[in-house]
């Protein structure tokens, strides 16, 4: 099962350090990860005397520097706070936050093109291709390649725009298909005025958790800790997909509880 999470940059800029000192605006934009795995934080400031000193509270430990890399052992939330102060001989003292969503990577939900899914994986969709391809059902077992998705219970389908949810508790719509089999796709629950006449919505029930899932570029996915990749389409509707490198849409997952 692969887990697509990269070396993922913190970068934290403190704009300007004012003749007096001065706390500025505090954003907690909110990004998740995963325990284990290396996070690379960066500060930067201007203004004020330089050199800069830089302290971090990462909530779990404390460090100091520009730059480092940590990997969180605990799975919570935390707070990141980069302190800056300047040489003056009264130092000014300028402070931004960040919030970390760090998960345990026991729970995942990752997908991958294959001719053949392996031990944890589920079928969720067939392919002719492996890029700008059509789509079929899992159970029309007529196209040789597979999307293939971990930590996968179930997959249903329905019909009419957006309806996984009347599948009960659980259940998230990833794509739409123009049909059973040799079928184009379309955004789940796009409401576009050319968008199919009939609609046959993938839905899926994890194991464990739950999906959030958006469409966005696959940096933007990764900025919003949004890491299981579904696949990428050409268009929102009468597309083709594959991959998420394939296309500039991308539907990517995040597992919450």
């Given at each position: ?28 934009m ?103 391809a ?11 390649y ?32 123009s ?21 046959k ?11 959030d ?11 919003l800790?949004?890491?299981?990749y579904?696949v ?26």
């Amino acid at each position: 099962m692969d887990i697509h999470q990269e070396l993922f940059d913190v970068s934290m800029m403190i704009v300007a350090l004012d003749p007096s000192p001065q706390v500025l605006k505090i954003h907690l934009m909110e990004v998740i990860f995963f325990t284990g795995y290396p996070i690379s934080f960066n500060g930067s400031a201007s203004g004020g005397s330089k050199p800069y000193t830089y302290s971090w509270d990462l909530g779990e430990t404390t460090m100091s520097g520009k730059s480092f890399t940590y990997a969180y052992t605990n799975a919570n939330d935390y707070i990141v706070t980069l302190t800056v102060n300047d040489s003056a001989s009264q130092p000014n003292t300028a402070t931004d936050s960040i919030l970390l969503h760090i998960h345990s990577p026991a729970v995942l939900f990752s997908c991958a093109i294959k001719t053949s899914c392996g031990g944890g994986e589920t079928e969720v969709l067939g392919l002719s291709a492996q890029d700008n391809a059509h789509a079929e059902l899992p159970t029309e077992e007529n196209y040789t390649y597979k999307l293939c998705c971990a930590n996968v219970s179930s997959v249903q389908t329905t019909t009419g725009t957006g309806t996984c949810d009347t599948l009960g508790a659980g259940f998230t719509g990833l794509i739409t298909l123009s049909g059973d089999t040799n079928a184009q796709v379309e955004k789940y629950n796009y409401t576009g005025t050319d968008g199919f006449d009939y609609k046959k919505n993938v839905c899926v029930k994890l194991t464990s958790g739950s999906l959030d899932c958006i469409y966005d570029t696959k940096a933007n996915c990764l900025t919003l800790g949004y890491r299981g990749y579904v696949v990428s389409i050409s268009d929102s509707t009468n597309a083709h997909l594959g991959n998420e490198d394939a296309y500039s849409i991308v539907r990517c997952c995040t597992v919450i509880s």
